[in-house]
């Protein structure tokens, strides 16, 4: 067998050999209509019956959300398990988790399109609305952590009758400026992305009602060469601006621990290592919606084997830095020299009461995904969609070994505490999973799931020099056989 | 006739011109050879603080350098392991000025094998040194009284275990048949604990070694408390042993992966061979080059004083590398270009993407840096707080201010910004030059501060006149890195000729 690759390896010249040659981002020589047909089929078709399997109990669970809330309200934050120590429990670690998912959507867009990654058009789209609904459950948890949730617009430095001034020095207030324009900017970017593709949807639709809505959001876009000349600019302007805002969103949410002096919570390497790992967590999600959605829309030749390859080893690289963070935070723990900060990796990793949660995030952060330095692991989509979830889980424990282990036993024994959720902030936390799911199927009924017009710009016959490079290709073949 | 490049036509690569080279390499190594036979005879001149100051100067020198050099190991790692194609054409560049490595660790020797100069870089030696002197003449002393009261408390044991057993004997005959069993056992466990007590009898080797390291661990803790606490990090042994596992993986991964390529020019039928092996082993290398990275600037420049830490420390001396070591390839290429090389495949996209590169890590330094320099300013501990405190007294405030936030950020992200300039080849080669400038004060604040307090004992901030032989140091270690990247850049063609991606990379659109 390997007899017969080698020799059919050297009738081909190295850049067209299997491994080295690029990959087509789309399979099979699907043509520009079928693109449009295939991604417009999804919502002009009905949607399949595990749509609405799905949908359902997404939607009753978001009305879970619903109720806890009212209930939370109604009562008070008291009906949570935070106490004193642990004054920041589920709601924060749930607020970083959702928070950390809603990166990947923007860095896909902006980062990956600064840097020319070509892949990026498959699954750029779905990112980004999955990372809009993220922040919408994140903004949940700090809105009605303020207890009194009426007042929650004096988070806001707005003037208003009660002489309320904001501390401009706390980073949580940073934390309202960071996560709002982050979502201002995530939605402006996302719907400028959507323009040309909802033009697509106007013009196919065939009720009155589609029409005009279709139309009205398409901004009476004609695609013509002036608009594209302009959507372009304004695109590549708006990923330039993306870029430093996924940044700092997950390092403004550090800063929230970072600046204290709370041993566990107080390390210089914070920014990056948040930002490393909402990467981390935010591509595991990606897969984790994206697997399942391309097999039920048959969207295979456009979400390729390369492309989930390529997220395995984003997922593997930046699962490693989280790791480098990690030991960095032991190894420092221990030479630092610093009693508190000792105790408390000491409470952590051995003898407190979260151990087992420490475990538990190591193994599915920075062992579980170490799997991916095989091609074959990174090929089979049931180990990528499960080390997906692993990540999923590991990315939600450090949070929780972030946030209540470290203030759980902190400086004074006498005042160590014992941190564990109430029933109502369980079923909240799986109440915004409900509503995150409700929101990601209403996407896929009435949007565009994939990017189109950015998928056809990346076929091969879009390229302008297309011809040119079949020329090249027959040259080097020919003198490698001659 | 094709609107595109055919990577054919450029198969044969290129070589450097010797005739023009020469006189460079001669007026490198004049300078470098000048400088450092001019560094020795000072140091040898010198004394006082003056002359132990010069050993801060060498390491700055030889930090400068070697951030250039691992730097472009990173961008070789980088170029494999993310399947780049536009860095076809200067991975050479890279890969060469990687290999200037192993020489700048023979160049450190001097700094980490004379004791005299190596103390007075990191305290933490001396102060093991005379941990351990004191220990050398209180050992006997204290052992021996330790010992004693081992001794006299195994034959008080033994006492008390005879006087005990008189008694249970006699108890014994007059006990119930329950309350025998009871007393027996007490026994038994008396016993066997005067056994343990005999079986730690110094007389014997096992145990006085034991109660010597014991004795030890404790002179230790009490003598140097925070040296003692990190002093299975902080060891001489392991210090050294890490100084050479560093230099071999560094200057093994840079080695590996320079001669597969260099092998690849020449072998026209299987250089799909050599591309898949520097691909694969650059991811596998990449976790090796990170942990190396960090740990050598712990030793080296967190351990200038040893009871300051940052977990941050790693990746700011690692930012501060790949933006510069991107810089310093800029410079190369120009003058390559200047000097008629390159001309026909290089071009002005090259410079864009370089350029681009360039601008993020300026970005990623400022971000590394405040952070590290906000986290700790906040939360105000005294044990982080010193690094900074020490570098905003006096005028290093001012400079921390004119050359790290304004000539360090500030300008070349507005300059970089613009598309023009990262497209001109003067520019980008003046921009990569002020860079270079901005990093040799970076590392200057990282470094030189603590000479002054270190070596006068906190007197003084400054050693007078130190920096004349910064500045020599400089030129000197220098002079011989760039004799050596002209050197080894000499050694085969200056792109890889045969890479089967050179035709993305000679067709390179932005």
Redesign the interface.
């Known amino acids: 067998m390997s007899q017969t690759v080698t020799n059919a390896?050297?009738n081909v010249?190295?850049?067209d050999?299997e491994?080295?040659a690029r990959e087509p981002l789309v399979l099979n020589n699907r043509s520009m209509s079928w693109i449009t047909n295939r991604i417009c089929g999804i919502v002009e078709n009905r949607q399949p019956l595990i749509w609405w399997i799905l949908f359902v109990p997404s939607v009753l669970l978001a009305g879970v959300l619903g109720f806890t809330l009212v209930y939370l309200v109604s009562t008070g934050v008291g009906i949570w398990g935070n106490n004193q120590p642990v004054a920041w429990g589920w709601a924060i670690v749930n607020f970083v988790f959702w928070i950390g998912i809603g990166h990947a959507g923007t860095l896909i867009s902006a980062i990956l399109f600064l840097t020319?990654q070509k892949w990026r058009t498959s699954v750029n789209r779905a990112s980004e609305a999955m990372t809009l609904f993220a922040v919408v459950c994140a903004g949940i948890y700090p809105g009605f952590h303020v207890g009194r949730f009426w007042m929650v617009w004096f988070l806001a430095p707005v003037p208003n009758a009660n002489a309320i001034w904001q501390n401009f020095k706390s980073p949580l207030l940073w934390d309202v400026f960071a996560v709002s324009t982050y979502f201002t900017v995530s939605v402006i970017f996302w719907y400028i992305g959507l323009i040309p593709d909802l033009a697509t949807m106007r013009d196919r639709a065939v009720t009155k009602v589609r029409k005009f809505l279709y139309g009205l959001f398409a901004l009476g876009w004609r695609g013509g060469n002036r608009q594209w000349r302009h959507y372009e600019m304004g695109y590549l302007l708006l990923a330039a601006l993306s870029t430093?805002l996924v940044?700092s969103v997950h390092?403004v949410v550090s800063?929230d621990f970072?600046?204290?002096?709370v041993p566990g919570w107080?390390?210089?390497?914070?920014?990056?290592y948040f930002v490393a790992g909402a990467v981390f967590g935010g591509f595991a999600m990606v897969l984790t919606l994206m697997l399942p959605v391309r097999k039920l829309y048959g969207l295979e030749d456009m979400i390729t084997p390369k492309h989930i390859d390529n997220m395995a080893k984003i997922i593997l690289l930046t699962g490693?830095i989280v790791g480098?963070?990690y030991i960095?935070?032991l190894f420092?723990s221990?030479?630092?020299?610093?009693k508190f900060e000792k105790d408390a990796f000491h409470l952590r990793i051995l003898s407190g009461h979260y151990t087992w949660a420490y475990f538990c995030m190591f193994f599915c952060n920075v062992i579980s995904p170490q799997i991916f330095?095989f091609a074959k692991m990174r090929k089979n989509l049931w180990v990528v969609f499960i080390i997906a979830n692993f990540v999923n889980a590991g990315m939600w424990f450090e949070r929780f070994v972030i946030i209540p282990t470290s203030v759980s036993m902190d400086f004074l024994p006498g005042q160590w505490g014992f941190y564990s959720p109430s029933i109502v902030e369980k079923w909240m936390f799986l109440g915004t999973f409900g509503l995150f799911l409700s929101l990601f199927l209403l996407f896929l009924r009435f949007l565009p799931v994939i990017a189109i017009s950015e998928v056809k710009g990346v076929l091969p016959e879009s390229d302008p020099?297309h011809h040119?490079?079949e020329?090249?290709k027959a040259?080097?073949n020919a003198?490698h056989r001659g | 006739m094709?609107?595109?490049k055919?990577?054919?036509d450029y198969k044969t690569g290129e070589i450097l011109n010797s005739a023009k080279a020469a006189p460079i390499r001669v007026l490198f190594s004049t300078i470098g050879g000048g400088a450092t036979l001019l560094f020795i005879i000072v140091a040898l001149l010198s004394k006082g603080e003056f002359q132990k100051g010069m050993a801060y100067s060498w390491l700055f020198a030889i930090v400068y350098f070697l951030t250039l050099s691992v730097g472009c190991i990173f961008w070789t790692l980088l170029h494999h392991a993310s399947n780049s194609g536009w860095g076809v054409l200067v991975r050479r560049l890279m890969e060469t000025v990687g290999s200037v490595v192993p020489a700048l660790f023979v160049l450190a020797l001097p700094i980490v094998m004379i004791p005299g100069i190596r103390d007075a870089l990191w305290e933490w030696f001396p102060e093991t040194h005379r941990v351990n002197e004191e220990w050398a003449v209180q050992k006997e002393d204290v052992v021996r009284k330790k010992f004693e009261e081992m001794k006299s408390g195994i034959d008080a044991g033994q006492k008390a275990l005879d006087a005990k057993k008189k008694e249970w004997s006699a108890s014994l005959e007059k006990a119930q048949p329950g309350e025998k069993a009871r007393i027996e056992a007490e026994m038994a466990a008396a016993e066997a604990s005067q056994e343990r007590l005999k079986e730690a009898d110094p007389s014997k080797a096992p145990v006085q070694n034991e109660v010597e390291d014991e004795a030890e661990a404790e002179h230790f803790k009490h003598a140097s408390p925070?040296l003692a606490?990190?002093r299975?990090?902080l060891n001489p042994g392991f210090w050294y042993f890490r100084y050479f596992m560093f230099a071999i993986a560094l200057s093994g991964i840079i080695f590996l992966l320079r001669s597969w390529s260099l092998r690849s020019d020449s072998d026209a039928?299987?250089?799909?061979k050599w591309?898949?092996l520097m691909r694969k082993w650059s991811?596998g290398f990449l976790?090796l080059f990170?942990v190396s990275w960090?740990f050598l600037m712990?030793d080296w420049l967190m351990a200038l004083d040893y009871?300051w830490?940052?977990?941050?420390?790693?990746?700011y001396l690692f930012a501060g590398a790949a933006l510069n070591s991107m810089a310093f390839l800029i410079i190369l290429l120009v003058g390559l270009q200047r000097s008629g090389h390159l001309l026909k495949v290089v071009n002005a996209e090259h410079y864009h993407i370089m350029g681009k590169l360039m601008h993020v890590f300026v970005?990623f330094w400022a971000?590394?840096a405040f952070?590290?320099f906000?986290?700790?300013w906040?939360?105000?501990?005294t044990?982080e707080t010193k690094f900074y405190l020490l570098r905003n007294s006096d005028g290093w405030n001012l400079y921390a201010k004119v050359f790290l936030v304004a000539g360090h950020f500030f300008l070349p992200f507005v300059f970089l910004l613009i598309r023009a300039m990262k497209k001109n080849m003067t520019w980008i080669a003046a921009a990569a030059l002020w860079n270079l400038a901005m990093h040799f004060f970076d590392l200057y604040y990282v470094i030189i501060p603590e000479r002054g307090p270190s070596l006068s004992g906190g007197e003084s901030l400054l050693v007078p006149y130190a920096w004349i032989t910064d500045v020599l140091a400089f030129l000197a270690v220098g002079g011989i890195f760039c004799y050596f990247v002209l050197r080894n850049l000499g050694q085969g063609s200056l792109y890889p000729c045969?890479d089967?991606?050179?035709?993305e990379s000679l067709?390179l659109t932005?």
């Open positions: 390896e050297h010249h190295p850049s050999q491994g080295i020319r430093p940044l390092s800063f970072a600046t204290s002096i107080h390390t210089t390497i914070f920014p990056p490693t480098y963070a960095m935070e420092i221990y030479y630092g020299a610093n330095w020099h040119d490079w020329e090249i040259r080097r003198a | 094709s609107a595109l055919s990577a054919e925070v606490s990190k299975g990090y039928a299987g250089s799909g591309f898949r991811c976790p990170a960090t712990f009871t830490f940052s977990t941050m420390w790693g990746v970005i971000y590394i952070s590290q906000f986290l700790i906040y939360a105000n501990m044990e045969r089967p991606r050179l035709d067709n932005n």
